[in-house]
């Protein structure tokens, strides 16, 4: 069975610009949740998708948003990006049950560099 | 609201030594708990789980123990090895998706 997906695993952009994340989740996994890790903050929960809804959502901005597909891959937005958003992102997928029925898979990780 | 205290690192050992990394938590009601391996380069892996108290998470010759008179879910091996050389989250789970994270403690393993 193949993992969580991310692309792209690397991507340079300039304070100002948006930019768009993906994340494929495991067959049969209908949850994707989004988590931002950093140095300084450590591992941030985004928000958690489940059936195209936004099931949870963290203390982030209004600039990072997120959608869910019928196929149940993800995609996050950033937009008017700060230096602070360098991060690695990470999403994980799930069958949606929660804890302690279910467990959640991680992908690689987007590394986002902002100059 | 949640959270999880994990033991600042790095922390470095000898193979073949014994590995305590604590984590303590608070939350309401009763979490499930976890513990994540994060390799160089790589995504985070589940190592153990325990949902409820008193049970012991077992992988790798990893261990936890859930202490709820504690709160306290700390991880321990018998015998190191070079291999297990990563960073090590303390993770909690209310009930939903949602995971909160202890800093990470790097572990680093010389022979």
């Known amino acids: 069975k193949a993992g969580v997906t991310q692309t792209p695993r690397y991507l340079i952009k300039t304070r100002g610009q948006q930019v768009t994340l993906s994340c494929s989740p495991i067959?049969?996994?209908?949850?994707v949740s989004w988590y931002q890790q950093t140095p300084g903050q450590g591992l941030q929960f985004l928000f958690e998708y489940f059936s195209e809804t936004q099931r949870n959502k963290g203390n982030f901005p209004g600039r990072f948003s997120g959608r869910q597909f019928s196929n149940s891959r993800s995609e996050m937005n950033v937009s008017t990006l700060e230096l602070g958003d360098s991060a690695l992102y990470l999403c994980a997928s799930s069958r949606g049950q929660g804890a302690p029925r279910d467990e959640q898979y991680f992908g690689p990780g987007t590394r986002l560099t902002v100059t | 609201g949640d959270s999880v205290t994990q033991m600042e690192g790095p922390v470095t050992l000898s193979e073949e030594a014994f590995l305590t990394i604590n984590c303590t938590y608070t939350a309401t009601g009763y979490p499930s708990l976890f513990w994540y391996v994060q390799y160089p380069g790589e995504g985070l892996q589940l190592l153990l789980k325990a949902t409820k108290a008193d049970d012991k998470g077992s992988n790798k010759g990893f261990e936890a123990t859930y202490r709820k008179e504690t709160t306290s879910f700390h991880l321990e091996k018998g015998s190191v090895q070079v291999s297990d050389s990563a960073v090590y989250f303390c993770?909690?789970?209310?009930?939903?998706?949602?995971?909160?994270f202890g800093t990470g403690t790097r572990l680093t393993i010389i022979p």
């Open positions: 067959s049969g996994h209908r949850s």
């Open positions: 993770a909690l789970s209310s009930g939903n998706e949602k995971l909160t």
